[in-house]
């Protein structure tokens, strides 16, 4: 067997997430001690803007890590702006990202155009490790599970969702996918190595300009141990600290409704739930 390389743990809170076997999502704390030593991924980072004016003028943009999150943000557009609506973002440790931009003309027709946008991404690490007591019996890749859902409502502006995942050095491209709308599902097996960190990329964009129109963008990605795979029960996942790798909710953020409030009757352009299906 080839000499793999550990860290030592230096932090305290990351989830480990095992193998799907009929019964759920095996989890731990970590830095976890395995047969190969104790190990701890790096910390996760996330990235938002949000922009709701004539020319992006009236916008806002921040970074961070998993000990921020959740984060919800809202960008109304300046009353002299002329026209309602605004641009949200919201980033959970489940993982998720869900963006969303609206424009509500309050001054006649033609007389007022908007824009908003929004735009989040959260990145962060899984590894397969070994459960303590099983040792490490198998010496090649371990099959992963990554699925899914995503919604992209509109196609305009370049609204997009995107995942990636990559070794930690960039120099392998497991998964690399800009989304199509006409679809909400998505489902690929990943060859990990063991001990070996990558890096999750996930992405969405949601933008609208003109006198009326609403745009929203998610993706929630999940991770799973092929229980297919004849060792499944002797490996465990690994997520930075923070990341849960759990089913998440799209809750409606509380601060939606001061620019969604717009729209009036169209209340059809708020938040939709979303919710991750578990591997069989």
């Known amino acids: 067997m080839q000499n793999r390389p550990v860290r030592t743990a230096i932090r305290v809170g990351a989830l480990l997430t095992g193998a799907l076997l009929g019964l759920g999502s095996i989890s731990a704390q970590a830095g976890v001690v395995t047969s190969g030593g104790t190990v701890t991924l790096d910390a996760s980072s996330f990235s938002y803007s949000a922009a709701a004016g004539d020319e992006q003028t009236n916008a806002i943009s921040n970074s961070g890590d998993a000990t921020q999150l959740p984060v919800s943000v809202n960008v109304v557009p300046p009353s002299a702006y002329g026209f309602g609506g605004g641009a949200s973002v919201m980033i959970t440790a489940s993982p998720l990202v869900n963006v969303m931009a609206t424009i509500s003309n309050n001054c006649g027709a033609g007389a007022c155009i908007g824009y908003a946008s929004a735009n989040?991404?959260?990145?962060?690490?899984?590894?397969?490790?070994?459960?303590?007591?099983?040792?490490?019996?198998?010496?090649?890749?371990?099959?992963?599970?990554?699925?899914?859902?995503?919604?992209?409502?509109s196609t305009l502006f370049n609204n997009s969702a995107s995942a990636l995942v990559q070794s930690s050095d960039g120099t392998q491209v497991l998964f690399n996918q800009t989304f199509p709308a006409n679809l909400s599902q998505y489902s690929s097996t990943l060859s990990l190595l063991v001990f070996s960190e990558y890096m999750v990329t996930i992405n969405a964009t949601a933008a609208v300009g003109g006198i009326l129109g609403s745009a929203s963008t998610s993706i929630d990605p999940m991770f799973t141990i092929d229980p297919s795979f004849a060792y499944a029960g002797d490996y465990q996942l690994l997520f930075s600290p923070g990341i849960q790798n759990d089913v998440s909710n799209t809750p409606l953020p509380a601060t939606l409704p001061l620019f969604a409030g717009g729209l009036g009757a169209m209340g059809l352009f708020g938040w939709r739930s979303k919710r991750k299906a578990l591997a069989a």
């Open 120 to 153: 989040g991404s959260l990145t962060y690490s899984v590894e397969v490790v070994p459960f303590p007591s099983t040792g490490d019996p198998y010496s090649g890749p371990i099959p992963v599970l990554m699925s899914g859902s995503y919604n992209i409502s």
